[in-house]
């Protein structure tokens, strides 16, 4: 079976850091684009950051640069979001999701090019 299982999430007071992971099983990641979505309370899902196959292109939305960085490893199959400066607004169920459509990193990230979605992980940034 196929799947991405995103974790890291958990409840962080603003200015504070996580690092979530997306861990990909029953199939390698490293042919995949990655991105990062997130999907606030009773708003709909929007993308955060993106990743290509190697590594070499990330893109993110303006709401978060400086403040995310995206990796990847494709020994460990898997993708990372490191939030640094944490803000109320970023309190979100956070996504990731898979595609192999040509430039899908490009921007704007759209999110009907992406597929396999995790369950997601929550993130809530309060004090």
């Known amino acids: 079976q196929s799947q991405l299982v995103e974790s890291g999430g958990g409840l962080v007071q603003p200015g504070g850091s996580l690092r979530l992971s997306c861990a990909a099983s029953?199939?390698?990641?490293?042919?995949?684009?990655v991105a990062w979505f997130r999907q606030a309370p009773g708003k709909g899902r929007k993308a955060v950051s993106c990743i290509d196959e190697s590594g070499d292109l990330t893109n993110y939305v303006d709401s978060v640069k400086g403040r995310f960085t995206i990796s990847r490893d494709n020994a460990k199959n898997a993708v990372y979001l490191q939030m640094n400066s944490l803000k109320p607004e970023d309190t979100a169920v956070y996504y990731c999701a898979q595609s192999q459509v040509i430039n899908a990193c490009n921007m704007p990230i759209e999110g009907l090019f992406f597929g396999n979605w995790g369950q997601g992980t929550q993130v809530t940034v309060s004090s």
């Open positions: 029953g199939f390698s990641l490293d042919t995949y684009y």
